[in-house]
């Protein structure tokens, strides 16, 4: 039981950008590479919820996608229970992985096929895997699934655009949950939503988290419902993972400078009138990411060694941090 | 008291379809005061995006101004012709919207779209306009704003891209900005550039803010009252502090009761059952009643007008002002 | 009423419909003539191709209003007795046949090959995207007849039925592009929408989400591009047949049947050509009207 669920090592992702041949050769432009996931490790222990935070072009859908076999990662591994999921994905066992794992998107309008009646579209994962047999049962169980997540088994003669966004969203909870599943990625499940339609979502994650002993990965970019959701969170930044801490411990002491300046940034509704250090800089293009450390254009504490060399993640009291200023214990 | 910069009164919107008219912004009454940062906050189909659209007069059909009056410094604006509303627009009126990526033309450079606007609204000459032009540059924290002049939009990333908006926006000196979820489309950190700058430049050059926005933490940093909408009404305004921290009306309670605050941990957030009415179901009385913990009969049956809550007002029957039962 | 059929009348397209005269007047008189055309065998007056109930002493009589008509022939007869208006029916439905059995071969073949097109990308859609732009550097008529000659020549003794298919096949080929084009960029949006890919996190194979997933949402435009292509099928086939190379004598389609009356136009006899002509240009011009409206009233930006 102490094993975690999912074990992340230094899981890369690289996409090729170039422009098409014929302009390459004729403009003689070189090919383009971005590295979305840059050798990020992380842990996931079962029945517990790793937020992923960052901002844009971080990299963090990017690790979702990778998880849950959408993309085959460039290097690395990613053991879930123990088997490597690549192998898996590849062989005749994905199928079986692919009950054990599902996934959450961000947005609701998307998400659903907009031609499928709701009862299709959450029995879709109990006829592909064969799990119910019979068009009654079928039915009873979608019904079911809608109750578990606040909807009437009566929704299921429905589209989805008779459905408000949150609705939807829990339509899309309600399918990912159809083969029971022991793992749930949820991708910014509550970005779309209206603030008291995201509070309705999130109880009920949490709700269906205790009663089924769920494990989550949550991507977030609002870290203040990272901090009502998360046991553990990490922070990324251009790819990469800058520090990974269980929750209590990242917004107390926060110990990586772009951990700190994400905390500082946020709009602070309790206005409880902190002084704030000024933010500087933008998030650089990924198409050119500095040299070192990506972070130290912007990092108040960065010196020569940060410029050239990359850190490396380390352990630090049940901490993954990776700044050789923490290293070197200069903050 | 000076005088008001912005006078809504009794505002409604509407938009006739053929299934009936869609009511979406109803008897809708605020002021702004001259330098005033009032905050516009509300869900997805509340009406604030509208709001902020019937002032500057980019209504679009088939919507139109259903009744009321806007009055900017005394004189209305919202029954003006095509002609004058542009002129009015970008002189009196400056506008910030959402995507920095549409709100600039990508076929003139920035300093051209810049000195045009300034041409158009005030009587400069080319080289008089260039300065000014610069000069706001280098004001919204645009490093090398000589430079940068020159450049096209899309050679800006896009916090810068929406700073050179605020640019745009105050290129004429306008009284009165109406912001539209001016930060939602940018990262965290770059928002909090933003809502900085904006703040500041706006104190500088004396203009009010109208910022309508769905974010609470935004309202809080930036603005000095805030007016809560409801399908379509203002149910609480007030100023930031007594909203958020005192809020009197419950669908302002419930709001602030289900945002995810970085401050305190709690096991469940507050929420509100349902959701907002759409605009062919709105209810009769205040159009909370369905989803309201406190709900009574004559809730159901009149709709209540703003009355007073200690430092704000709402529109609630629960109001001892209402001379509500107990 | 079943569900589908009560949405459909509550929708914007029904309310369009009912307010476009134009869209009206097009679908009533499109309907009117395929309705002459399927029951041509019960609605028309005579047989034209019986021909032992043909009359030669009736040929070239002039349409019934004029003073050489008789009302028993009321668009007046051809050179064997044939009435006109019976020929009339008869070749609307050969046309009418041809134009929507080419249709359905062309959008079968266009929509599967735009699908998949879209959906592999990479060498394959390259592929099929050169094929197209290879099709479409030759102009449709061309095409048919090239391949109209080469059936004729590969079967020179062939029956009706293979002539048909022939034909058939002729107008499909160069018509499946236009499909294709369309479904293969519809698709590329759907595919990357995010209910594809948790079809694909659930673990449905990539065919069934192509069939199950994408297809029902890539087919809207497919069924304008369709109305306006039977127009232009027919009008395709006539010209084939006005030609010689179309369908064969014995069973003529209207583009025959100006032929055959053209012989006559000079000698003043203008009924035996001129009513096929406007029977053809009523049934383009009508089902065109309709496609038009059709594509305006499912254009979401313009309700």
Redesign the interface.
Same mark, same amino acid.
């Given at each position: 039981m102490n094993k975690p669920l999912v074990e992340v090592q230094d899981l890369a992702k690289t996409f090729e950008v170039s422009a098409p041949w014929l302009n390459r050769v004729v403009e003689g432009k070189p090919r383009q590479f971005v590295h979305a996931v840059d050798g990020v490790s992380f842990d996931i222990g079962r029945g517990r919820t790793l937020a992923l935070v960052g901002? &844009?072009g971080c990299g963090k859908s990017t690790v979702a996608?990778l998880l849950? =076999?959408?993309y085959a990662p460039t290097r690395g591994t990613i053991r879930f229970d123990g088997q490597d999921t690549r192998a898996v994905f590849a062989s005749a066992g994905?199928?079986a992985l @692919?009950?054990r794992?599902?996934?959450i998107?961000?947005?609701p309008f /998307?998400? !659903?096929? #907009? *031609?499928?009646k709701v009862l299709d579209i959450v029995a879709? #994962?109990l006829r592909?895997?064969g799990l119910v047999q019979g068009k009654a049962a079928v039915q009873d169980r979608v019904g079911e699934l809608l109750k578990s997540v606040g909807l009437a088994a009566a929704d299921a003669a429905k589209f989805p655009h008779q459905f408000?966004? =949150?609705?939807r969203q829990r339509i899309?909870i309600a *399918?990912a949950l159809a083969?029971q599943p022991e793992f749930l990625v949820c991708d910014e499940p509550t970005s779309a939503l209206?603030?008291?339609? +995201?509070?309705?979502v %999130?109880?009920i994650m949490?709700d269906l988290q205790q009663r089924q002993g769920l494990t989550y990965l949550f991507i977030s @970019?609002n870290?203040?419902?990272v *901090? @009502?959701v998360a046991d553990d969170v990490g922070v990324m930044y251009l790819g990469r993972l800058v520090e990974v801490a269980p929750k209590a411990e990242l917004?107390a002491r926060p110990r990586h400078p772009y951990t700190r300046? %994400?905390l500082?940034?946020?709009?602070?509704? =309790?206005?409880?009138g902190r002084a704030?250090t000024p933010?500087q800089g933008?998030?650089p293009n990924p198409l050119e990411p500095p040299s070192g450390c990506s972070f130290h254009p912007r990092c108040p504490h960065a010196n020569e060694r940060c410029r050239s060399e990359r850190p490396l993640q380390q352990m630090l009291g049940g901490i993954r941090i990776a700044c050789h200023a923490v290293e070197e214990g200069r903050i | 008291m000076s005088a008001p910069l912005l006078e809504v009164r009794h505002l409604s919107v509407d938009f006739p379809t053929r299934r009936g008219t869609l009511l979406a912004i109803d008897d809708v009454s605020f002021d702004i005061a001259p330098g005033e940062v009032l905050g516009v906050v509300g869900? &997805?189909g509340a009406g604030k995006s509208l709001t902020g659209a019937a002032i500057i007069g980019l209504l679009e059909p088939p919507g139109r101004i259903a009744g009321g009056e806007i009055l900017l410094e005394g004189r209305r604006i919202d029954k003006l012709p095509h002609e004058d509303m542009r002129k009015l627009r970008g002189r009196h009126i400056g506008a910030i919207f959402q995507d920095p990526l549409t709100s600039l033309n990508p076929l003139y450079t920035v300093g051209r779209q810049l000195v045009e606007t300034i041409r158009t609204h005030l009587p400069l000459s080319e080289k008089q306009a260039r300065e000014r032009a610069i000069a706001l540059l280098a004001d919204t924290g645009i490093p090398a704003p000589e430079a940068r002049f020159d450049q096209y939009p899309h050679q800006f990333?896009?916090?810068?891209r929406q700073r050179v908006v605020i640019a745009l926006a105050l290129a004429a000196e306008p009284k009165l900005i109406v912001a539209d979820e001016p930060t939602t489309a940018l990262?965290?950190?770059? +928002? /909090?550039?933003i809502?900085a700058l904006l703040k500041k430049v706006c104190r500088e050059h004396g203009a009010a803010v109208m910022l309508v926005t @769905?974010?609470?933490?935004?309202i809080?940093?930036t603005c000095d009252r805030v007016a809560v909408m409801y399908a379509g009404r203002i149910v609480e305004i007030g100023p930031?502090?007594d909203v958020?921290h005192r809020p009197a009306h419950p669908y302002t309670v419930? %709001?602030m009761?289900?945002?995810? /605050?970085?401050?305190e941990?709690?096991?469940? !957030? !507050? +929420?509100?059952?349902g959701?907002?009415p759409r605009l062919n179901a709105i209810p009769a009385g205040c159009a909370f009643n369905p989803r309201c913990p406190k709900v009574f009969d004559r809730c159901r049956v009149e709709r209540p007008d703003l009355a007073q809550a200690g430092a704000t007002r709402a529109a609630c029957w629960l109001l001892a002002s209402h001379g509500a039962a107990s | 009423m079943p569900s589908a059929l009560q949405r459909f009348f509550d929708g914007d397209v029904w309310h369009s419909f009912r307010t476009s005269p134009v869209a009206m007047a097009a679908a009533a008189v499109a309907l009117l003539c395929i309705f002459c055309a399927v029951f041509a065998h019960w609605v028309a007056p005579h047989n034209p191709f019986d021909l032992a109930s043909l009359e030669l002493g009736d040929a070239r009589l002039p349409p019934a209003w004029e003073d050489e008509g008789k009302p028993k022939y009321l668009l007046g007869t051809d050179d064997q007795g044939r009435d006109v208006l019976s020929a009339l029916m008869y070749g609307a439905r050969i046309s009418l046949l041809v134009g929507l059995a080419s249709v359905a071969v062309s959008v079968v073949v266009g929509v599967g090959l735009g699908l998949l097109s879209g959906f592999v990308g990479g060498r394959v859609d390259a592929l099929i995207m050169r094929i197209c732009d290879v099709m479409l550097s030759f102009p449709s008529i061309l095409i048919a007849l090239l391949i109209d000659g080469v059936g004729r020549a590969l079967f020179p003794n062939a029956h009706d039925t293979l002539a048909f298919a022939v034909l058939i096949l002729a107008i499909a080929l160069p018509g499946w592009v236009p499909y294709a084009r369309t479904v293969r960029g519809s698709t590329m949006v759907e595919r990357n929408?995010?209910?594809v890919?948790?079809? *694909?996190?659930? =673990?449905?194979s990539s065919g069934r989400i192509m069939l199950r997933?994408v297809l #029902?949402?890539v087919m809207g435009p497919v069924l304008v591009l369709s109305t306006i292509q039977v127009a232009s099928a027919i009008l395709i086939e006539a010209t084939l047949s006005f030609l010689g190379v179309g369908v064969p004598p014995t069973q003529p389609s209207l583009g025959t049947l100006i032929r055959v009356g053209n012989d006559f136009l000079f000698s003043g006899e203008w009924w035996i050509t001129i009513f096929p002509g406007l029977v053809l240009v009523m049934i383009s011009l009508s089902i065109n009207l309709l496609g038009d409206w059709l594509r305006d009233a499912m254009n979401p930006r313009l309700r």
């Open positions: 901002e &844009s996608r849950v =076999g959408l994905g199928q @692919h009950r794992m599902q996934m998107f961000q947005d /998307a998400s !659903l096929n #907009p *031609r499928w879709e #994962p592909e895997h408000s966004g =949150g609705q899309s *399918r083969t209206d603030v008291s339609v +995201q509070a309705q %999130l109880n949490k @970019h870290l203040a419902v *901090r @009502h917004f300046m %994400l500082d940034a946020i709009p602070d509704i =309790g206005m409880s704030r933010v933008e998030v | 869900e &997805s990333s896009g916090g810068m990262d965290v950190s770059i +928002q /909090a550039q809502i @769905h974010d609470m933490g935004v809080a940093e930031v502090a958020i419930g %709001l009761g289900s945002i995810p /605050a970085m401050d941990d709690r096991e469940r !957030l !507050l +929420q509100i059952d959701a907002m | 929408k995010e209910y890919q948790a079809a *694909r996190v659930i =673990g449905v997933h #029902p949402n």
